[in-house]
């Protein structure tokens, strides 16, 4: 059973391009979540996608923007980049009903380092 | 949306218990709370998670006492492998406030 696969690994772009980065979930996961996290930092939530609709949003300006597939994988997609975009991006995965054990616990992807220059 | 504290740091002996505490003073009736761990440059993981009371797992417990306004993470006998940043979070059983995290205990096990 696959958890949940993140491409690319890294990343390298310039000022004012724009990027996307890709999240498979857990098998069976219905939720997916993006997390923003900078060097030392806890990871800063994004927002949550849940049956392609986007559920609850964190504080990051309408650069940031998601989607959500039929399958459950999600995308990311960042526009005209700044250097203070650079960190690792997190996707994690969840089943909006918690599941059989009741347990609303996420599972995190390895992350995508994306370095703007 | 109930904020958590937690110690920056801690240093801990192998071999030895370690206590995390979390401070969450505005927890609703239906937040649970969530512990995870993350090791560097990889995605948390999730450690426990529970209501109220007791729960222990096969890698922890946690220790919630009667008004919830705080919680315990206990791991048993540290080893260096257990050297990482914890975080504590609470939200409800929807999951979608069960989201934020802080700034984490960086927890480290010396030789």
């Known amino acids: 059973d696959a958890g949940v696969t993140q491409s690319p690994t890294h990343l390298i772009k310039t000022r004012g391009q724009q990027v996307t980065l890709r999240c498979s979930p857990k098998?069976?996961?219905?939720?997916v979540s993006w997390y923003q996290q900078a060097l030392g930092q806890g990871p800063q939530f994004i927002f949550q996608?849940?049956?392609?609709?986007?559920?609850q949003r964190g504080n990051f300006p309408d650069r940031f923007s998601g989607h959500q597939f039929p399958n459950y994988s999600s995308e990311l997609n960042v526009n005209a980049l700044l250097l203070g975009d650079s960190a690792l991006y997190l996707c994690?995965?969840?089943?909006?009903?918690?599941?059989?054990?009741?347990?609303?616990?996420?599972?995190f992807g390895p992350g995508t380092r994306l370095t703007v220059t | 949306l109930a904020k958590t504290t937690q110690p920056i740091s801690m240093d801990s002996y192998e071999g030895q218990e370690v206590n995390i505490t979390c401070s969450h003073n505005?927890?609703?009736?239906?937040?649970?709370i969530t512990w995870y761990q993350q090791f560097p440059s990889q995605g948390p993981r999730f450690i426990i998670q529970?209501?109220?009371t007791k729960v222990t797992n096969e890698v922890a417990s946690l220790f919630i006492p009667a008004d919830r306004k705080s919680s315990t993470l206990s791991l048993p006998r540290v080893s260096l492998s257990d050297t990482a940043v914890y975080y504590c979070?609470?939200?409800?059983?929807?999951?979608?406030?069960?989201?934020?995290f802080g700034t984490g205990t960086r927890l480290t096990v010396i030789p």
């Open positions: 098998s069976g996961h219905d939720t």
């Open positions: 994690a995965s969840s089943l909006v009903s918690g599941g059989t054990s009741g347990s609303y616990e996420q599972y």
């Open positions: 979070l609470v939200g409800d059983e929807t999951g979608a406030n069960n989201l934020f």
């Open positions: 529970g209501y109220k």
């Open positions: 996608y849940y049956e392609e609709e986007e559920r």
């Open positions: 505005n927890i609703a009736t239906n937040d649970y």
